[in-house]
């Protein structure tokens, strides 16, 4: 993605959920607060109907949408189906926020190399759906969150920043809630801290690293 100049529009932004919406309320409360953020929301999409995320941008009047796994004879039939919708937004980034599908080929032949998605563990260690449960089953001292460009693995893309939350005595596996509370914590203020540089700078992806900042930096 090319630096924007200056006087450049704000980057569209379109947010894929499954839940509450935490993640998406804080790019929300990060746009509202900062006429500089550089970047808008321009629509929400899910994969189920009800989602407190739709909810709460319905509340703030943005475009919404919901495209069902099961509404779709294949999985790549759905695939195809989210790509068209979230391209009708013409979208500069995507942002995975809880979003607890994996997109496919015709997803990442459209917008690859600038999905954001996050994830609740220091990648490349504990990626999968359980990342808070392996590293506390692993014994880690420290574990965190990873906001990364979504590639064709599960949580293999570029990491574009973490975050380090530390394991205490008192996180055990019948505990996972509170650290996983915490580590959300860290996660919603680095997901928009990268979202708004990216925005605001653009980046490069060189094999696996990610430079955040003007081309030619």
């Not at 970047?39 to 009047?61: F, H, L, P, S």
């Not at 009708?88 to 809880?98: F, I, K, Q, T, Y």
């Not at 914590?185 to 928009?192: A, F, I, K, Q």
């Amino acid at each position: 993605m090319a630096s924007p100049p200056p006087s450049a529009p704000p980057a569209r932004l379109v947010v894929l959920v499954s839940g509450s919406g935490t993640n998406l309320q804080a790019l929300l409360d990060a746009i509202g607060a900062d006429p500089a953020y550089g970047a808008r929301i321009v629509a929400v999409g899910a994969d189920r109907e009800g989602t407190g995320g739709v909810e709460r941008a319905e509340r703030a009047g943005i475009p919404t949408f919901v495209c069902k796994v099961k509404d779709h004879a294949t999985r790549a039939a759905w695939d195809e189906a989210l790509t068209a919708l979230v391209a009708e937004h013409r979208p500069d980034l995507v942002v995975s926020a809880g979003f607890m599908k994996i997109v496919g080929p015709a997803f990442l032949a459209a917008f690859g190399g600038r999905t954001v998605n996050t994830h609740p563990a220091l990648l490349p260690s504990f990626p999968g759906a359980h990342g808070v449960r392996d590293a506390l089953a692993y014994g880690v001292k420290v574990t965190g969150c990873t906001v990364h460009f979504v590639d064709d693995g599960v949580d293999t893309g570029p990491i574009i920043a973490q975050g380090v939350v530390e394991v205490t005595e008192e996180d055990t596996p019948e505990g996972e809630a509170a650290l996983h509370e915490r580590i959300k914590e860290v996660e919603r203020t680095l997901l928009v801290e990268a979202v708004g540089r990216i925005a605001r700078d653009g980046h490069r992806i060189e094999g696996r690293k990610v430079h955040l900042g003007h081309v030619g930096e």
